[in-house]
Structures are given as C-alpha cells and as structure tokens.
C-alpha cells in the first residue's frame, strides 16, 4: 500500500502532493514502482495534527479520486479518513476501501456506513484524537489493550455485516515508542482473530527519534521493521517508498 499524502503538514511529504497534478504524477510513480494499492489521505494524522473542516477534507480528495479513477481504472484506491461522509463520497467517486484511523470511534455513523458500502475496512487502534493521542498511552498490557479493543469492533462490525476487515495495531496513535516496538514484536498474537494484519510503521517517529534521525533519513530502518513484521505474519505494508517494499518482499516471499 502505497502513501499518497495531499496534506500540507504530514510530517514526512506534506505539502508535496496538494495540487490534483502533483498527486497524479505521485501516483503514477507509485504505479511504476508496482504498487498494490494507493491509500490517500487529505486529514494529517500526525500527533498535534490541527482540525480540518470535513469540507476542506473533501476539496482534497474528490478531485484526485475522480481522476485516478478515469486514468487508472485497475488500480486500487483507498480513502484514509475518520469520517463516514469523506468515506461514502469517496468510494461513490471510485475508491475500494477505508482506511479508518480511528477504528470507528471518531464517527458513530462509520461502521454503519461501510456495512452500506460493502467494501473493505480497516480497522486501526488508536485512543483519542490526533491533536491529543499522545497523552492517552496508560496501559496495563499494550498488546492485550489492542486484541481487547479489536475483539469489540470487529463484533460490532460483523453485527452489521461487514465482511472484509483488516487489522492495523495503530504504531504511532497513542502509544511511546517502547509501546510501538512491543507491538512489533508481538504483532503476531494478533494473528488470533484470523484476519489480514497492516503495518504502517513507514518513516515514523518511532524509528527516528530511536535512531536520532530525521524522517528523511529512516528508509533503512523502515525496511528493518518491515522485515520484522513481515517475518511475523504481516500481510500488507502501508509504506512511502513502493519500490524498497516491493524488493524486501519478492527477496522474503
């Protein structure tokens, strides 16, 4: 999966892709390196990230979505968004799935909405909102706080009928970065509810403030942590750099 950021304030591309022409020239980058599928997100997720309004999110993706729809109608597209309206608007416009940070606790209407829409879910951990996750991160067991969490949403989701749900652990959305590296490596425990488990730990603080890095500089320890997860029964990478990820898969698999 690759990122595909229209954002000004992500905190690895902000600001590089706001024009519908810059974005399109990415995504063509990210098909020629062989991507499997674009993630869009129009809402910075980053800690601290400030409130925008759901018109200004939509103004974003619309545009982008309805043209890489018409120039690249086999490839597959998903909508990084907390809200139900931007999820219905984007898939109707031509994406496949939601990705949804908060795993559906930012906007009641959400799961209902993608049992509408019958297309794939994922369901990330995260506790609060971006502007404050970083303060929610008391837990008594990371990894059991998560399945805990997941074991209640994917009830509700499958009360509703949905049917295709993929799990994020949410690296970097209200928890340290000693809580992120548990994570990793116990990502596996999660394999318990037999559903498909992303990794999105791509350029994050959680590799370059370890390292003492910038974000510029964490492709190698992206790779390193990727291994890790894919070694641990990790199914889908959401990455910045396509290419790399691509390579470390065809040497594991």
Known sequence: MGILNLTPDSFFDGGQHNTVELAIRKAAELIESGVDI??????????????????????????LINALSKRYPSTLLSIDTFRSQIAQASVEAGVHMIND????????????????????????????????????????????????????????????????????????????????YELVHRVDELQYFDLPILGGISRKSMIYKKLNIT???????????????????????????????????????
């Not at 809402?43 to 993706?61: C, F, H, M, N, T």
């Not at 942590?225 to 691509?246: F, I, P, W, Y």
């Open 101 to 180: 940070i908060s795993g559906g606790t930012l906007d009641k209407n959400m799961f209902s909405t993608v049992a509408k829409l019958q297309v794939p879910y994922i369901l990330m951990h995260m506790r609060g909102k971006p502007e404050n996750m970083q303060e929610l991160t008391n837990y008594e067991d990371i990894v059991l706080d998560v399945a805990t969490f997941f074991g209640q949403k994917i009830a509700e989701l499958r009360a509703l009928g949905v049917r295709d749900i993929i799990l994020d652990p949410g690296y970097g959305f209200a928890k340290t970065i000693e809580q992120n």
């Open 215 to 253: 974000p510029e500089e964490a492709l190698i320890g992206t790779t390193a942590l990727n291994t890790l997860l894919l070694s641990k029964g990790v199914q889908l990478l959401r990455v910045h750099d396509v290419k790399e990820a691509k390579q470390l898969v065809d040497l594991l698999f």
């Open 38 to 63: 674009i993630d869009i997100g129009a809402y910075s997720s980053r800690p601290g990230a400030p409130l925008i309004s759901v018109k200004q999110e939509a103004d974003r993706a619309l545009p």
